[in-house]
Every structure is written in structure tokens, then in C-alpha cells.
């Protein structure tokens, strides 16, 4: 029913920004939050970011203070501000719908972020 699509992934010099989008196709109402995770050569996939329907945020420790989650409802797209990049945060971010009443989650195909020194 929700096919997430990622875009705005690109090549940055550190201390730069990115703003990556995640539009949610389908019926957004089964829609109880929407996830940014990410995942590096030779590490396993983490949650960055996450935004409820009420509209509280969870950020990872890594990225508290530097990324900023938001949503526009009209577009049903959300959003990943992401400013004081560091050679770190490079990874492919990828966009997760998740509905935790029902038990699924739909992720995007992902969108690389590379930061350079």
C-alpha cells in the first residue's frame, strides 16, 4: 500500500548540507511514523531519525543537534535536514514507513549521502 521514494542524496564536503526527502506513495493514513536509517560499508543498518504521527522525534546520539527530522503533511513527504556533516555520516539513507498497530514497515531503495574531508 506505501512505497517510500528517497531523494537529495549527493556528494558534500564535510561541515556542509543535506536535505534528504522521502515521499510516501500509496494510502499514508495506515502511516503511524515515518524512519530515516542508514547503513555503511561493513556496518549494520541504524535508525537516525524518527517521526510519529503526533509529531515527537527521536534522533540517534550520533546525530542529536546536527539533524533535523520534519514532515509536510500536504505532500506527504518527510524530511532529513542534515547540517555539520562529517565523513562519518556517509552511508546510504534509506526511508521506512512504519505501522507498529498493524505489524509492517515499507522501506525505500535509498539514497547515498558521501562526505568528504
Known amino acids: 500500500q506505501v512505497q517510500p521514494v528517497e531523494s537529495g542524496g549527493g556528494l558534500v564536503q564535510a561541515g556542509g548540507s543535506l536535505r534528504l526527502s522521502c515521499a510516501a506513495s500509496?494510502?499514508?493514513?495506515?502511516?503511524?511514523?515515518m524512519g530515516w536509517y542508514r547503513q555503511a560499508p561493513g556496518k549494520q543498518r541504524e535508525m537516525v531519525a524518527t517521526?510519529?504521527?503526533?509529531?515527537?522525534?527521536s534522533y540517534a546520539d550520533s546525530v542529536r543537534g546536527r539533524f533535523t527530522i520534519s514532515r509536510d503533511n500536504a505532500k506527504n513527504t518527510v524530511y532529513l535536514q542534515m547540517n555539520s556533516l562529517k565523513p562519518e555520516d556517509t552511508a546510504t539513507y534509506y526511508c521506512?514507513?512504519?505501522?507498529?498497530?498493524?505489524?509492517?514497515?515499507?522501506w525505500g531503495q535509498g539514497t547515498q549521502v558521501t562526505v568528504s574531508s
Open positions: 521506512n514507513a512504519i505501522n507498529y498497530v498493524q505489524g509492517w514497515n515499507s
Open positions: 500509496g494510502s499514508a493514513f495506515s502511516i503511524n511514523a
Open positions: 517521526i510519529f504521527t503526533g509529531g515527537s522525534t
